[in-house]
């Protein structure tokens, strides 16, 4: 359904008119770029729920963007059922952001916020647009007669379902579902998974979700996506992944995830702290942390590739 060909997404921030001053003056001041998404390349299968996870600035979030149309890739190709994404095509794909209330306007009601898009695409009529909004909250689990209340005027788990439910407006086929219950307590992100659930089941969605908690991927996942500072790292069956990682990255965040069998064990980091994007090093990203680095991997890029039917894996260590 959703194919990525060698994305890449690249941020450049110019100097402004003071730091170019500045520059002509002596002081040091450069001009940044930022490797946000470097060469990615993966697909999504129609119905399938792909986990995409990685450490907070590794890329996650503005490859999700890329992939419903916000961001235009750099280069390669983000395709949507083997054609470059279009208006069409964009309005099949839609996001879910991670604050529900930031991504909310307050200035409108939730009828208005809703009920906006459907109406502008004509996929509902004005006069019934009241009646397809109480339809959608009623869908997510909302009194439909809330409609005409502000976004402040609700939970933090009922802006979640707010925000499900603008992107399931446009009859969407495909949820790109940025940390979307990671602001959310314990126990109100156990009902909006379940959620995600019946809705997949009942819509016949297909998710990509982005997650740093990797028990939320485990539970909801059926394939997993693991990215370092804006590359793909492994790629592998949600099952296979957990049961036995193969990328040092993976094995690295896996030890960590707390589970009953490790009960007083003291929690371990990742050794190092993540390079910056303004300046990635050499060669595998991540050798400047990995416990198994070796002289190829400070220069040689590994290469994503199968090592095992459905799995792939970029590290010098498999060959």
Known sequence: MLALREVSKVFEKRLDAVERLARRLGADVQEHTVHAVDRVSFEVREGEVVGLVGESGCGKSTLGRLACGLHEPSAGQVLYRGAPLDGTRRRRIQMIFQDPFASLNPRLRVGEIVGEAPRVHGLVKAGDTAAYVAGLLQRVGLDGTLARRYPHQFSGGQRAR????????????????????????????????????????????????????????????????????????????????????????????????????????????????????????????????????????????????????????????NG
């Open 162 to 317: 707010i925000g499900i439910a603008r992107a399931l407006a446009v009859q969407p086929e495909f949820l790109v579902c940025d940390e979307a219950v990671a602001a959310l307590d314990v126990s109100i992100q156990a009902q909006v998974l379940n959620l995600f659930l019946d809705l997949r089941r009942d819509l016949g969605l297909t998710y990509l979700f982005i997650s740093h908690d990797l028990g939320v991927v485990r539970h909801l996942a059926e394939r997993v996506v693991v990215m370092y500072l804006g590359r793909v790292v492994e790629i592998a069956p949600a099952a296979e992944l957990f049961a036995a990682p193969n990328h040092p990255y993976t094995q690295a965040l896996l030890a960590e995830v707390p589970t009953l069998e490790r009960r007083r064990r003291s929690f371990m980091p990742i050794k190092g702290e993540i390079p910056s994007p303004l300046a990635p090093p050499p060669g595998c990203h991540f050798h400047p942390r990995c416990p198994h680095a070796m002289a190829r991997c400070k220069e040689e890029n590994p290469v994503l590739r199968e090592i095992a039917p459905g799995r792939l894996s970029a590290c010098h260590l």
